[in-house]
């Protein structure tokens, strides 16, 4: 079915990076741009806040932000100013519509769309002390594989690729698959297919994506990628009608078939990720000499 999804195979070792994972966070991140991040990682945010979850949204998208466009936020203090010693970290923490907490980058972030030393130390130490007082968070990246955006990436302990079925989206995401499971050795990789025009469509191209990776991406043995679908967006005209109000999908049309599909990703990924961790840190605690 899809046909273009025909790379050739390529043998050569890659270079590979150290995870910094520090916690339950998770990058949602796609190939190419404009597929639905900043719209799913916001409403996926309310839809696990009201199931109780504490949840914050940082913007990771540094040069090009406007997580604050879609929230309809005008943030006093932003990333920018904690990164330069302004701020302090929670006055920049500010909540979102939807009940959850966001850390925004700001315009002055476009410095740092270059990944230079200073710009690691200071996501790092920022991501170290924002991830006890969260039960998840949300790092919405940008789009493809630069420096900054795989930094972003490397600091999450789950990723989220989203991608459309449109064929430029889908090589793209098979590109950025491609790249986090060679140079972050990554082996588990969650899907959300967004926009699809049919119920099932998703699946079946989280599986024809996995057929294309088992096919023409070596791993070490044993290692192989495993994508693992969380779900489908439909394409749904309430999307961009609740951008152009600035408004939250799961406030303003919680019954539209996004906002539905929306709701279930958040139960999957509560009885998953959140779960497993919740499991992870009552076992330490109750056994802390491990
Ligand atoms: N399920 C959907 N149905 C209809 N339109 C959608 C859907 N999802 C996203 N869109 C449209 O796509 C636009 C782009 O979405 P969004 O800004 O979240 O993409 P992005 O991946 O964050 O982009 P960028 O790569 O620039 O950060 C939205 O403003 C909305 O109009
Ligand atoms: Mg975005």
């Known amino acids: ?37 900043t719209f799913v990682s916001a409403n996926l945010a309310a839809a696990l806040t009201k199931r109780g ?3 914050l949204v940082l913007d990771a998208d540094l040069g090009l932000a406007n997580l604050d466009v879609v929230l309809n936020l005008y943030p006093k203090v932003t990333l920018h100013d904690v990164f330069t010693g302004k701020a302090k970290l929670e006055e920049a923490i500010v909540q979102a519509p939807g009940g959850f907490s966001v850390l925004l980058a700001g315009s002055g972030m476009v410095e740092y769309s270059r990944l230079t030393p200073e710009v690691r130390d200071d996501f790092q130490r920022i991501m170290g002390s924002l991830i006890p007082q969260y039960d998840i968070v949300l790092l919405d990246t940008g789009a493809g594989i630069s420096d900054v955006v795989l930094f972003a990436v490397s600091l999450a302990s789950e990723v989220l690729v989203v991608a ?9 995401a098979y590109a950025t698959i491609k790249v986090l499971a060679t140079q972050q050795r990554r082996q588990n990789i969650h ?10 469509d998703g699946r079946a191209i989280t599986a024809q994506l996995q057929q294309v990776l088992d096919r023409f991406v070596v791993t070490e ?20 009608q609740s951008v152009m109000r600035r408004q939250l999908l799961m406030q303003s049309l919680p019954g539209c078939p996004a906002a539905i599909a929306i709701a279930q990703l958040a139960a999957k990924l509560a009885e998953t990720i959140i779960a497993q961790a919740n499991l992870l840190s009552s076992s330490s605690s109750q056994n802390p000499t491990g």
Do not use: C, W
């Open 221 to 240: 043995p044993g290692r192989p990628i495993r994508l693992i679908h969380l779900g489908d967006i439909p394409l749904d005209p309430s999307v961009r």
């Open 1 to 37: 079915m899809y046909e273009f999804l025909h790379p050739r195979q390529d043998n050569a070792a890659p270079p590979t990076v150290q995870l910094k994972s520090l916690g339950r966070v998770m990058a949602v991140t796609s190939g190419k741009g404009g597929v639905g991040k």
């Open 53 to 55: 979850h504490r949840v």
């Open 191 to 200: 899907t959300v297919i967004n926009q699809t025009a049919r119920l099932g």
């Open 164 to 172: 459309t079925p449109e064929p430029t989206s889908l090589t793209d």
